[in-house]
């Protein structure tokens, strides 16, 4: 059975808009079946509840946009992975927020992890989203549970354990 929707009855309608301020990572609809699997599959899973419908909104940008986010609201002088940006402090408001990727940076730790691009930048996705549902890694007991529902989410999604033969991770940088 579906709502008014088209989803499910039960779930959140996540409206995402994808922006691309880096032409590097080519049409952002290239990525809205990838980012939109990762958002439905980390809501469900994460077992919050959200409003009805929500808004999200995924940037595609570049090293150099994320290392002036990072320094300005994060006080780190160097670019990441991954940023989020809650949209509010309340998971009953509809507005989740933003996700921001920085291109070069995913390219090189895909590469040197030897992972796809795709698995990477699902695995920031869902990174991403377990943020802006409350998720943090700040402490070592917070890290594991943040990992463990990372690696359950990527599961059901086809991407390969991207801790696995890792030492576990503590306190992160992002």
Not at 37 to 51: F, I
Not at 134 to 152: C, K, S
């Amino acid at each position: 059975m579906t709502d008014g929707n088209g989803t499910p009855d039960g779930e959140t309608a996540i409206e995402i808009d994808i922006l691309v301020e880096d032409d590097g990572w080519g049409d952002g609809e290239r990525w809205r079946e990838a980012v939109t699997r990762a958002v439905t599959r980390t809501v469900a899973l994460a077992g919050v509840e959200l409003p009805p419908a929500c808004e999200l909104s995924v940037v595609l940008a570049d090293d150099a946009r994320v290392k002036e986010l990072n320094r300005d609201y994060r006080g780190k002088d160097k670019p990441t992975n991954v940023l989020s940006f809650p949209g509010s402090d309340d998971l009953d408001s509809p507005l989740l927020g933003d996700v921001i990727l920085a291109r070069e940076t995913v390219e090189r730790e895909a590469i040197d992890e030897a992972k796809s691009f795709e698995h990477h930048f699902g695995h920031l996705i869902v990174h991403g989203m377990l943020h802006l549902l409350g998720f943090d890694h700040l402490t070592d007991d917070e890290a594991a549970e943040m990992e463990a529902l990372e690696t359950e989410i990527l599961a059901a999604l086809d991407i390969p354990d991207p801790y696995a033969g890792t030492v576990p991770v503590g306190a992160g940088d992002h």
